[in-house]
């Protein structure tokens, strides 16, 4: 086990690592839909890319859910096979939002490094896939709101 300390230490070089790695500025935040963010997350168990809805207008966050799900084909066959629909995926804060998500398959712990060079290529890899995805169909996206 980890000291807490310690597992905040590995978390860090996990993240400065990876920057250093693949160094690229990625979308995530920078969507220009509030509430519409691309993520990577890596703890210990699992890691995954994802895309989270979090409008604070409840409507406009169904909205923009239901415009993904109708570019759920496409998305599945041109860019992410393995891509999942979750309508109520809860966050450890306990909080229930809207993810769409990919996750990395191999056995993965954010506090073993000899599992950290996977993921960031499953990162890269599958992240850069979603931004793909994004770039192609941001207008359709957009106007759902």
């Known amino acids: 086990m980890f000291s807490k300390e310690e597992s905040t230490k590995l978390r860090k070089e996990f993240w400065i690592s990876f920057g250093k790695s693949f160094p690229r500025k990625w979308?995530?935040?920078?969507?220009?839909?509030?509430?519409?963010?691309?993520?990577?997350?890596?703890?210990?168990?699992?890691?995954?890319?994802?895309?989270d809805f979090e409008h604070i207008d409840e409507i406009a966050n169904e909205l923009l859910y239901d415009q993904m799900l109708s570019l759920k084909k496409i998305l599945t066959t041109d860019y992410l096979p393995e891509v999942i629909y979750d309508n109520d995926y809860q966050l450890e804060s306990g909080k229930i939002i809207h993810r769409i998500y990919v996750l990395h398959e191999e056995k993965f712990s954010i506090h073993n490094k000899n599992t950290w060079r996977a993921c960031?290529?499953?990162?890269?890899?599958?992240?850069?896939?979603?931004?793909?995805?994004f770039t192609e169909y941001e207008d359709i996206i957009k106007q759902s709101i």
């Open 120 to 133: 960031y290529e499953f990162f890269v890899k599958e992240m850069n896939q979603f931004e793909l995805f």
């Open 27 to 51: 979308i995530l935040y920078n969507t220009k839909v509030k509430g519409f963010s691309f993520k990577f997350v890596a703890d210990r168990k699992k890691a995954m890319i994802a895309l």
